[in-house]
Protein backbone atom coordinates (compact mmCIF):
# COMPACT_ATOMS: atom_id res chain seq x y z
CA UNK A 1 0.00 0.00 0.00
CA UNK A 2 2.95 2.29 0.70
CA UNK A 3 6.51 2.47 -0.67
CA UNK A 4 8.73 4.37 1.27
CA UNK A 5 12.57 5.30 -0.34
CA UNK A 6 15.18 7.36 -0.16
CA UNK A 7 16.96 6.35 3.03
CA UNK A 8 20.91 6.09 3.22
CA UNK A 9 23.47 6.80 4.66
CA UNK A 10 24.78 10.88 5.08
CA UNK A 11 27.66 12.61 6.18
CA UNK A 12 26.94 15.28 8.55
CA UNK A 13 25.34 18.38 7.29
CA UNK A 14 24.50 16.47 4.49
CA UNK A 15 20.70 15.84 2.66
CA UNK A 16 18.43 13.18 1.75
CA UNK A 17 14.94 13.20 0.24
CA UNK A 18 12.59 10.69 1.38
CA UNK A 19 9.39 10.17 -0.39
CA UNK A 20 6.21 7.76 0.44
CA UNK A 21 3.61 6.64 -2.38
CA UNK A 22 0.52 5.32 -1.62
CA UNK A 23 -1.47 2.61 -4.17
CA UNK A 24 -4.27 1.13 -4.63
CA UNK A 25 -7.65 1.84 -4.35
CA UNK A 26 -8.08 5.14 -3.19
CA UNK A 27 -10.35 7.51 -3.01
CA UNK A 28 -8.94 10.67 -1.26
CA UNK A 29 -5.94 11.05 1.44
CA UNK A 30 -6.41 13.23 4.22
CA UNK A 31 -3.46 13.68 6.41
CA UNK A 32 0.58 12.32 5.64
CA UNK A 33 3.34 12.27 7.83
CA UNK A 34 6.80 11.11 8.46
CA UNK A 35 7.48 9.60 12.19
CA UNK A 36 10.96 8.21 13.44
CA UNK A 37 12.26 5.50 15.58
CA UNK A 38 15.08 4.47 17.02
CA UNK A 39 16.15 1.44 18.78
CA UNK A 40 14.69 1.03 22.44
CA UNK A 41 12.12 4.00 22.12
CA UNK A 42 9.01 5.10 20.66
CA UNK A 43 8.37 6.13 17.45
CA UNK A 44 8.18 10.06 17.19
CA UNK A 45 6.53 12.64 15.03
CA UNK A 46 8.99 14.31 12.25
CA UNK A 47 6.73 15.65 10.18
CA UNK A 48 2.86 16.14 9.02
CA UNK A 49 0.82 17.81 6.17
CA UNK A 50 -2.74 18.09 5.85
CA UNK A 51 -4.59 17.70 2.41
CA UNK A 52 -4.97 21.40 2.16
CA UNK A 53 -0.98 21.92 2.81
CA UNK A 54 -0.64 22.81 6.09
CA UNK A 55 2.73 21.43 7.79
CA UNK A 56 3.34 20.63 11.59
CA UNK A 57 7.31 19.88 12.41
CA UNK A 58 8.94 18.53 15.79
CA UNK A 59 10.71 21.36 17.24
CA UNK A 60 13.99 19.31 16.54
CA UNK A 61 13.85 19.62 12.40
CA UNK A 62 12.38 22.64 12.39
CA UNK A 63 14.63 25.03 9.66
CA UNK A 64 15.83 21.86 8.39
CA UNK A 65 13.38 19.23 7.11
CA UNK A 66 10.68 20.18 4.84
CA UNK A 67 7.27 17.67 4.60
CA UNK A 68 5.76 18.77 1.14
CA UNK A 69 2.91 16.46 -0.93
CA UNK A 70 2.03 15.31 -4.67
CA UNK A 71 -1.83 14.65 -4.58
CA UNK A 72 -1.90 13.79 -7.93
CA UNK A 73 0.62 11.11 -7.35
CA UNK A 74 -0.66 10.23 -4.21
CA UNK A 75 3.07 10.83 -2.62
CA UNK A 76 4.56 12.90 0.54
CA UNK A 77 7.92 13.72 0.80
CA UNK A 78 10.30 14.42 3.31
CA UNK A 79 13.53 16.75 2.23
CA UNK A 80 16.33 16.80 5.27
CA UNK A 81 19.16 19.13 4.91
CA UNK A 82 21.85 19.99 7.86
CA UNK A 83 21.95 16.03 8.89
CA UNK A 84 22.55 15.36 12.13
CA UNK A 85 24.03 12.26 13.79
CA UNK A 86 20.82 12.48 16.17
CA UNK A 87 18.41 12.29 13.04
CA UNK A 88 19.60 8.72 12.57
CA UNK A 89 16.76 6.74 13.03
CA UNK A 90 14.33 4.26 10.41
CA UNK A 91 11.33 6.60 8.99
CA UNK A 92 8.20 5.86 8.75
CA UNK A 93 5.71 7.07 6.58
CA UNK A 94 1.72 7.34 7.56
CA UNK A 95 -1.23 8.04 5.32
CA UNK A 96 -4.84 8.65 6.06
CA UNK A 97 -6.57 6.37 3.39
CA UNK A 98 -10.15 7.20 2.22
CA UNK A 99 -11.41 4.07 0.27
CA UNK A 100 -14.28 4.13 -2.17
CA UNK A 101 -15.78 2.27 0.35
CA UNK A 102 -16.04 5.12 2.66
CA UNK A 103 -13.59 3.43 4.97
CA UNK A 104 -10.80 5.74 6.04
CA UNK A 105 -8.07 4.26 7.79
CA UNK A 106 -4.29 5.18 9.10
CA UNK A 107 -1.50 2.96 7.08
CA UNK A 108 2.24 2.78 7.74
CA UNK A 109 5.31 2.54 5.44
CA UNK A 110 7.59 -0.28 6.32
CA UNK A 111 10.00 2.39 7.02
CA UNK A 112 13.17 3.31 5.93
CA UNK A 113 16.87 3.36 7.44
CA UNK A 114 18.36 7.41 7.56
CA UNK A 115 22.06 6.94 8.95
CA UNK A 116 23.96 10.03 9.63
CA UNK A 117 27.75 9.33 9.94
CA UNK A 118 31.18 10.45 9.27
Known amino acids: QLQASGGGLVQPGGSLRLSCAAS????????MGWYRQVPGKQRELVAT???????DYADYVKGRFTVSRDNAKNTVYLQMNSLKPEDTAVYYC??????????????WGKGTQVTVSS
Open 49 to 55: ITNGGTT
Open 24 to 31: GSIFSIND
Open 94 to 107: KVEIVRYSGSCMNY
